[in-house]
């Protein structure tokens, strides 16, 4: 078997334990005669696994009871229409105001716009100077007390974490000091879910696209507080409606049953190593290892602002970008594979997901310091 580094932005490496234990349940699992793809989804094998998939991850993130978990498909890009589906029209609202971070929270509000008033509350789409320093267009983000919020806004979004761009609101803001108390805050974490620990109670609803850090594509988590169901447009699709979706216990029709199987072996291999907490000790200790390296480096840079560089995805380029092919070429044939950027900003990306250890990481500063006394 032949397993490099991958360091894929998304779909993205899992733990090969995952892996191996779904190969081995493959044809028959636990010894029911059917594969997990075969079973009914209201069987009683496939019940245990999705009763299961939602209690792990309910412990994973400490829950709380008044917030449902939802297992929905259609992608995070899905809810960028479903959160204002059924969200917007609460107490007649019909607005909503976002917060620009880059590419993914430029998609959510674009998306939006078709369902109501839709205001921006800040943006990070401008150059700005911090401490004598430049940085470019979704390299920073606003300051959250200037945030400019509507009090009756039917709610604030957020990007928690840029997968493109590279920049993570690790911190929720507080809605009650930024004069809007009863508007629900509402975050995608399709890039950082799992990698550290979520404050449900500054937060209205959570959402995230499996296939970075918790399983494979084809399912998308999502929490959402249960005062907020109820309020869907009478135009929203009855699948995307939260309401049918709780009452079905996500099975109003028939789920992602293999993406969820999956993505539920993800949860009890993080059970068993640590949950959450281990994989923030553990973020924290890769990014800092790669984003001290490239620091020190006069081949490489990161051009995010140090208060925001995300752990998860690391955007880096080679000042010399004529440097950019060979760079690729070496580190594949190196073992590290997908290092190439996003095609929006250029560069390299380094994604350095829960599956990626801190090994996977240190084979990839080596290679860099490798790189660096060669063509330095
Ligand atoms: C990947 C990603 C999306 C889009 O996810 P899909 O599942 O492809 O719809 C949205 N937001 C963020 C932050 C992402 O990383």
């Known amino acids: 078997m032949n397993r490099p580094w991958n360091f894929a932005a998304g779909p993205s490496t899992m733990p090969l334990e995952v892996l191996q234990q779904a190969a081995a349940d493959l044809c028959d699992w636990q010894g029911s ?17 999705r009763d299961e998939a939602e209690a792990d991850l309910r412990a994973l993130l400490a829950v709380p009871d008044d917030f449902e978990v939802l297992f929905m498909q259609g992608g995070a890009s899905a809810q960028n229409a479903v959160i204002p589906l059924n969200l917007i029209g609460r107490a007649g609202r019909g607005r909503a105001d976002y917060v620009l971070s880059g590419h993914w929270a430029r998609k959510s509000w674009n998306e939006a716009q078709r369902y109501g008033d839709i205001a921006v509350a ?6 700005a ?14 300051a959250q007390d200037q945030w400019r919020v509507r009090p ?30 009863d508007v629900p805050l509402v975050a995608d974490m399709s890039s950082n879910i799992l990698s550290r620990s979520i ?16 399983g494979p594509a084809g399912v998308t988590l999502v ?9 869907a447009l009478p135009h929203c699709p009855s699948v995307f409606d939260y309401t049918n979706v709780a009452g079905a216990q996500s099975m109003f029709n028939t789920p992602p049953t293999y993406a969820i ?21 553990a973020s924290t200790r890769k990014a800092a290892a790669l984003y001290g390296y490239l620091d020190g480096s006069s ?5 995010i602002h140090p208060a925001v560089r995300s752990r998860m995805n690391v955007p880096f380029f080679l000042r010399d970008e004529s440097l950019n092919a060979t760079f690729l070429a070496q580190s594949e044939a190196a073992g590290l594979l997908a290092l190439k950027g996003h095609k929006a900003v250029g560069g390299m990306r380094a994604s350095l997901y829960n599956a990626m250890p801190f090994e996977g990481v240190q084979v990839l500063i080596d290679f860099l310091r490798d790189f660096e006394a060669r063509h330095g």
């Open 299 to 303: 081949l490489y840079e990161s051009r």
């Open 33 to 49: 005669g059917m594969s997990v793809m075969e079973m009914s989804h209201r069987g009683k094998h496939y019940s245990r696994i």
């Open 129 to 142: 100077d911090f401490d004598g320093r430049r940085y470019g267009a979704w390299c920073w983000l606003p």
């Open 152 to 181: 009756d806004a039917a709610y604030l979004h957020l990007c928690a974490n840029e997968t493109i761009g590279g920049v993570e609101q690790a911190v929720m803001p507080d809605m009650a000091s930024l004069g809007a108390p």
């Open 261 to 281: 199987y999956m993505a539920g072996l993800v949860f009890k291999w993080l059970l068993r190593n640590g949950g959450v907490a281990a994989m923030d000790v």
């Open 223 to 231: 929490f959402v507080r249960k005062d907020l169901l109820g309020h």
């Open 122 to 127: 800040a943006t990070a789409e401008s150059e």
């Open 199 to 214: 404050d449900f109670s500054k937060l209205g609803l959570v959402y995230a696209g499996a296939q970075k850090n918790a």
